[in-house]
C-alpha cells in the first residue's frame, strides 16, 4: 500500500485500465470484463519445518485473463504477499503479454513468506506443497509459473517435479525459467535485464541522448536489476548508485556491476562493497541521475518523491513502481518513463521461447533467442512510442491501450458464451 497515496496496488491497476478504457473508447461490456480477474484461488496449507513444528502458509493463484492463450506469470515468496498484489500483478500480466503480442494470458502468484526464514528443505517442502495446491489451476495449456521475487530455477524445478509426479511423466511446458538442464532456455536468466537494456538504448536513441558515461541508478540488485545493471554498463553507462533491500551504496565515479555480482555472492548484500558511500534506501531514487532503473517492488516512486525524481529515461524493471499520481508528475517533469509491461517484458518473452522449445522437444541456441528477443522488444518499443508520440500522452497509457485492444479483439472474436 502506497504511504502518500494510500492505494492498494490493485486499485493502482485498476486506475490504470479505466484511464486506458476511457481514453480508447471501449465499451462497458468488455471494461465489466477485463477490469478484474477471470480465477482466484487462495490455499492455506501447512508445512512440515525441520524442527518437526507444522506452520500454516497463504497463498494465491490469480489468472486474470486467459482469453489470447495460457495464463502466464511469476510466483513470488515476499511477506507482504496479498490477494489484492497478486491481483495486480496478473492483470499487469496480461497487458504485459498483450503489449508484447506473445499468445498467452496474464496470470501470478503468491505465497506469505519470508524464504530466507526458512532452510533449504522448508522452501522445498513449501514449494512442492503449494504446488499441490494449486495445480487444478496449473497446465502447460491452463497457466504456467515463472519466477518471481525471491524465486528462482531451482523452485520452478521442484514445481515442475511435483506436478509432473501426480501425471506420472515429465511435464516440463508447465513452468518456464527452470534450469537448463530440465527444458529451460538458454537466455532466460538474463531476460528480463537484457529487455530492458534494449528498451533503455531504444529510448536513448529517440531522445537523441548518449548513453556513453550516462550516470544511471538502480535500486534492487535481484535478477532484474543485477542484469539490467551489467547490461546498461556494457552500453556505456556509468552505474553510481544501487540499493537492495538492506541499503544502498553510492560511488560518483562509477561502480562496476559485474564485480557487484561476485561480491554479492559471497555477502549477499551491495553493502560494504569497497570505495562507496553508503546512502539511505530513501534518497537512493533521488540521486541525480540520467537512467534511472527501479527493479525492486511496487509503489516506490510516489506523490511524495516524484517531484524529485528527474533521470531523462525511468525504465521499470520492476512491475507497478510507479503510482498513478506520481506518472502525473513524472510526465509535467519531461521523464521519459519506460513502464514496466514493456520495459520489463523480456522475462516473459523468454518464456514463452522456453515454453515453446519444450512443447516441440526441440532446443535453440542463445544467438538465436537473444535475437529474437530483440526483434519482439524493439518492434513492442516503436509500437508503444509511436502511439505515445502521436497522441502526446504517457508511455504507460499508450502500451495498456495497446495491450486492451488486442485482448478486446480476442474477446470480441471468441464472442461470450454461452
Ligand atoms: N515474473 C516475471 C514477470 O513479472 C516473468 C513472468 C514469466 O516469465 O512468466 O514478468
Given at each position: 500500500m502506497s504511504k502518500a497515496e494510500n492505494k492498494s496496488p490493485y486499485q493502482i491497476a485498476q486506475e490504470q485500465f479505466d484511464l486506458?478504457?476511457?481514453?480508447?473508447?471501449?465499451?462497458?461490456?468488455?471494461?465489466?470484463?477485463?477490469r478484474v480477474p477471470?480465477?482466484e484461488?487462495t490455499?492455506?496449507?501447512?508445512?512440515?519445518?525441520?524442527?518437526?513444528?507444522?506452520?500454516?502458509f497463504t497463498g494465491y493463484r490469480v489468472?486474470h485473463?486467459?482469453?489470447?492463450?495460457?495464463?502466464?506469470g511469476g510466483i513470488r515468496y515476499h511477506q507482504n504477499v496479498s490477494l489484492d498484489e497478486v491481483r495486480a500483478l496478473a492483470m499487469w500480466m496480461?497487458w504485459?503479454?498483450?503489449?508484447?503480442?506473445?499468445?498467452?494470458?496474464g496470470?501470478k502468484g503468491g505465497v506469505v513468506v519470508d524464504p530466507?526464514?526458512?532452510?533449504?528443505?522448508?522452501?522445498?517442502?513449501?514449494?512442492?506443497?503449494?504446488?499441490?495446491?494449486?495445480?487444478?489451476?496449473?497446465?502447460?495449456?491452463?497457466?504456467?509459473?515463472?519466477?518471481d521475487v525471491n524465486?528462482?530455477?531451482?523452485?520452478?524445478?521442484?514445481?515442475?517435479?511435483?506436478?509432473?509426479?501426480?501425471?506420472?511423466?515429465?511435464?516440463?511446458?508447465?513452468?518456464?525459467?527452470?534450469?537448463?538442464?530440465?527444458?529451460?532456455?538458454?537466455?532466460?536468466?538474463?531476460?528480463?535485464?537484457?529487455?530492458?537494456?534494449?528498451?533503455?538504448?531504444?529510448?536513448?536513441?529517440?531522445?537523441?541522448?548518449?548513453?556513453?558515461?550516462?550516470?544511471?541508478?538502480?535500486q534492487g540488485?535481484g535478477?532484474?536489476?543485477?542484469?539490467?545493471?551489467?547490461?546498461?554498463?556494457?552500453?556505456?553507462?556509468?552505474?553510481?548508485?544501487?540499493g537492495d533491500v538492506?541499503?544502498?551504496?553510492?560511488?560518483?565515479?562509477?561502480?562496476?556491476?559485474?564485480?557487484?555480482?561476485?561480491?554479492?555472492?559471497?555477502?549477499?548484500?551491495?553493502?560494504?562493497?569497497?570505495?562507496?558511500?553508503?546512502?539511505p534506501n530513501e534518497d537512493l531514487l533521488e540521486?541525480?541521475?540520467?537512467?534511472?532503473?527501479p527493479a525492486a517492488l511496487e509503489e516506490q516512486i510516489t506523490a511524495e518523491n516524484a517531484p524529485r525524481i528527474?533521470?531523462?529515461?525511468l525504465?521499470e524493471g520492476a512491475n507497478g513502481p510507479t503510482t498513478p499520481e506520481a506518472d502525473k508528475i513524472l510526465?509535467?517533469?519531461?521523464?521519459?518513463v519506460?513502464p514496466d509491461i514493456?520495459?520489463n517484458?523480456?522475462?516473459?518473452?523468454?518464456?514463452?521461447?522456453?515454453?515453446?522449445?519444450?512443447?516441440?522437444?526441440?532446443?535453440?541456441?542463445?544467438?538465436?533467442?537473444?535475437?529474437?528477443?530483440?526483434?519482439?522488444?524493439?518492434?513492442?518499443?516503436?509500437?508503444?512510442?509511436?502511439?505515445?508520440?502521436?497522441?502526446?500522452?504517457?508511455?504507460r497509457?499508450?502500451?495498456?491501450?495497446?495491450?486492451?485492444?488486442?485482448?478486446?479483439?480476442?474477446?470480441?472474436?471468441?464472442?461470450?458464451?454461452?
Open positions: 486506458a478504457a476511457e481514453f480508447m473508447g471501449l465499451e462497458d461490456d468488455l471494461r465489466c470484463i477485463l477471470k480465477r484461488l490455499v492455506n496449507f501447512p508445512v512440515r519445518m525441520d524442527d518437526g513444528s507444522v506452520q500454516a489468472q485473463n486467459v482469453t489470447r492463450g495460457p495464463g502466464k496480461t504485459k503479454c498483450a503489449v508484447v503480442n506473445i499468445p498467452f494470458g496470470a530466507t526464514k526458512l532452510s533449504l528443505r522448508e522452501l522445498e517442502n513449501l514449494t512442492r506443497r503449494f504446488a499441490t495446491e494449486i495445480s487444478p489451476l496449473i497446465g502447460q495449456d491452463g497457466d504456467i509459473p515463472a519466477p524465486t528462482n530455477a531451482q523452485i520452478m524445478a521442484w514445481l515442475m517435479d511435483t506436478i509432473s509426479m501426480h501425471t506420472g511423466h515429465l511435464e516440463s511446458a508447465i513452468t518456464t525459467g527452470k534450469p537448463l538442464g530440465l527444458g529451460g532456455s538458454l537466455g532466460r536468466s538474463d531476460a528480463t535485464g537484457r529487455g530492458v537494456s534494449f528498451c533503455v538504448a531504444q529510448a536513448a536513441k529517440f531522445l537523441n541522448m548518449d548513453l556513453k558515461d550516462a550516470p544511471t541508478v538502480v540488485f535478477n532484474v536489476g543485477s542484469v539490467s545493471a551489467r547490461m546498461l554498463h556494457d552500453l556505456g553507462c556509468r552505474i553510481i548508485a544501487v538492506y541499503g544502498s551504496i553510492y560511488n560518483p565515479k562509477g561502480i562496476d556491476p559485474h564485480a557487484l555480482v561476485q561480491h554479492m555472492k559471497k555477502t549477499r548484500t551491495v553493502m560494504d562493497y569497497p570505495d562507496c558511500e553508503p546512502v540521486i541525480k541521475c540520467d537512467v534511472l532503473v528527474r533521470p531523462k529515461i525504465a510526465f509535467e517533469n519531461n521523464v521519459f519506460i514493456l520495459c517484458a523480456g522475462g516473459v518473452t523468454v518464456s514463452y521461447f522456453e515454453w515453446v522449445q519444450d512443447l516441440q522437444s526441440f532446443f535453440w541456441d542463445e544467438s538465436e533467442i537473444n535475437h529474437r528477443l530483440k526483434l519482439v522488444m524493439d518492434s513492442s518499443f516503436q509500437a508503444v512510442n509511436e502511439r505515445a508520440q502521436a497522441h502526446k500522452i504517457p508511455l497509457l499508450a502500451a495498456n491501450i495497446l495491450a486492451i485492444e488486442r485482448v478486446a479483439e480476442a474477446t470480441r472474436l471468441r464472442g461470450i458464451y454461452p
